[in-house]
């Protein structure tokens, strides 16, 4: 009995369509009395029911059956990889982590323009909520933000921004401080260095005037 091809998975990847693809055009390939009409009505007898209502919707308002091979492999390809397309970015968006050194506004923007890439519809919210609390990398903050009763992204991203003003406003001012310090040690420093100074050139002079002293008393006894 002649080995019939499977169906169409149509929830594979685009590297599956294109096997399957290539496997039916070695199929008609050794039936040389397959062509034109019967090469698209063996098509979509193997393919399955399911991939020929997916054809059905993607060929609309045209019937499957109307339209030659080539369209028909045209529209399952260009659908399987637009569609891999879209979860590669979902997937991408479930895997964002923010960086040590990235701010946290940047952080939240970028959550922001990678799921534009898909379509999450009205899960959208609850989406950017669980992305930014799960890849925040502020395990303090990220605790604080899972104890919130009802915790919407729009309160999630508010306590995260007010979180990170505070902190940059602690580290200017741990700055500032640091600087009024320095300055202050530095200010210190040279004052002990000039009363080492003064105290130096008055030893000295006293020194001197002892010495003028004595050299004055032996040329008067001389």
Same mark, same amino acid.
Not at 14 to 38: H, P
Not at 39 to 58: D, M, P, Q
């Given at each position: 009995?002649?080995?019939?091809?499977?169906?169409?998975?149509?929830?594979?990847?685009?590297?599956?369509?294109?096997?399957?693809?290539?496997?039916?055009?070695?199929?008609? %390939?050794?039936?040389?009395?397959?062509?034109?009409?019967?090469?698209?009505?063996?098509?979509?007898?193997? *393919?399955?029911?399911?991939?020929?209502?997916?054809?059905?919707?993607?060929?609309?308002?045209?019937?499957?059956?109307?339209?030659?091979?080539?369209?028909?492999?045209?529209?399952?390809?260009?659908?399987?990889?637009?569609?891999?397309?879209?979860? +590669?970015?979902?997937?991408?968006?479930?895997?964002? *982590?923010?960086?040590?050194?990235?701010?946290?506004?940047?952080?939240?923007?970028?959550?922001?323009?990678?799921?534009?890439?898909?379509?999450?519809?009205?899960?959208?919210?609850?989406?950017?909520?669980?992305?930014?609390?799960?890849?925040?990398?502020?395990?303090?903050?990220?605790?604080?933000?899972?104890?919130?009763?009802?915790? @919407?992204?729009?309160?999630? +991203?508010?306590?995260?921004?007010?979180?990170?003003?505070?902190?940059?406003?602690?580290?200017?001012?741990?700055? *500032?401080?640091?600087?009024?310090?320095?300055?202050?040690?530095?200010?210190?420093?040279?004052?002990?260095?000039?009363?080492?100074?003064?105290?130096?050139?008055?030893?000295?002079?006293?020194? %001197?005037?002892?010495?003028?002293? +004595?050299?004055?008393?032996?040329? @008067?006894?001389?």
């Amino acid at each position: 009995m002649e080995p019939a091809m499977g169906q169409l998975d149509i929830h594979s990847t685009s590297g599956a369509f294109e096997d399957y693809l290539e496997r039916f055009q070695i199929w008609i %390939m050794t039936k040389k009395d397959v062509k034109g009409d019967k090469i698209v009505a063996h098509f979509l007898t193997f *393919i399955g029911r399911e991939a020929y209502s997916l054809l059905k919707t993607l060929a609309y308002p045209e019937k499957p059956t109307s339209l030659p091979y080539a369209t028909l492999k045209g529209l399952l390809l260009n659908h399987v990889k637009w569609t891999s397309f879209k979860y +590669r970015e979902k997937e991408n968006f479930h895997k964002m *982590i923010r960086q040590s050194d990235q701010k946290v506004r940047e952080f939240i923007l970028e959550l922001q323009k990678q799921a534009a890439k898909y379509n999450f519809g009205d899960q959208l919210h609850v989406q950017l909520r669980d992305r930014l609390i799960a890849g925040l990398n502020i395990p303090d903050l990220e605790r604080e933000l899972l104890r919130m009763p009802n915790c @919407s992204f729009q309160d999630a +991203r508010t306590a995260c921004i007010n979180h990170e003003a505070v902190n940059e406003l602690d580290i200017q001012s741990m700055k *500032i401080s640091n600087t009024l310090l320095s300055r202050h040690n530095k200010i210190q420093s040279q004052d002990r260095s000039n009363l080492r100074s003064f105290h130096s050139d008055s030893y000295s002079r006293v020194n %001197m005037k002892g010495v003028s002293t +004595r050299n004055y008393k032996k040329k @008067s006894q001389g």
